[in-house]
T-cell receptor, first 114, second 111 residues
């Protein structure tokens, strides 16, 4: 069964460093998303991406964050200068339709900022 | 803004039915979802219901939607130890593509 894969599964970084989280969405999907879950809190929407541009973003997704689809398969989330409060589980998701009727999620990358 | 609320814990015995409840505030919700998260794994889409339906059944899973009360429930029949996980309720509004999640209900199944 096709699945969304994310790498790495766990990333530890020092405060102020840049990190890139990687995702390989399901191959025929066109809509891509990032969500995050701070420990003990809700899963929160960050950004959606379609046709090589951001289609929607939340208040959390400020100038420190960027997304890119550098080639035909990868979808990345970059955090420019990490802060302690960026520590969270980051989930990538993809869907085949614009309505996002069925979004399939990856297993997540746990980011720890020290 | 939109909000989704769930009870945090549910404990049942193997073979019993489990009912996980969720309330939401967005009256324009188009789809409502249940996701399952097992330890160390991602969010697995279990089932979803369109807002003009009031019930959906899929094998052991039954979803009930009371749109007037903005209440969604997931019933798992004959609950097994393998059903132990965190269950997330989520909704999607008419505008936009973002899913709004609840905090998740931890289901613990004892044998």
């Amino acid at each position: 069964e096709p699945e969304v894969t994310q790498t790495p599964s766990h990333q530890v970084t020092q405060m102020g460093q840049e990190v890139i989280l990687r995702c390989v969405p399901i191959s025929n999907h066109l809509y891509f998303y990032w969500y995050r879950q701070i420990l003990g809190q809700k899963v929160e929407f960050l950004v959606s991406f379609y046709n090589n541009e951001i289609s929607e973003k939340s208040e959390i997704f400020d100038d420190q964050f960027s997304v890119e689809r550098p080639d035909g398969s990868n979808f990345t989330l970059k955090i420019r200068s990490t802060k302690l409060e960026d520590s969270a589980m980051y989930f990538c998701a993809s869907s085949s339709d614009r309505r996002n009727t069925e979004a399939f999620f990856g297993q997540g990358t746990r980011l720890t900022v020290v | 803004g939109e909000d989704v609320e769930q009870s945090l814990f549910l404990s049942v015995r193997e073979g019993d039915s489990s009912v996980i409840n969720c309330t939401y505030t967005d009256s324009s919700s188009t789809y409502l979802y249940w996701y399952k998260q097992e330890p160390g794994a991602g969010l697995q889409l279990l089932t979803y219901i369109f807002s003009n339906m009031d019930m959906k059944q899929d094998q052991r899973l039954t979803v009930l939607l009371n749109k007037k009360e903005k209440h969604l429930s997931l019933r798992i029949a004959d609950t097994q130890t393998g059903d132990s996980a965190i269950y997330f309720c989520a909704e999607k509004g008419q505008a936009g593509t973002a899913l709004i999640f609840g905090k998740g209900t931890t289901l613990s199944v004892s044998s």
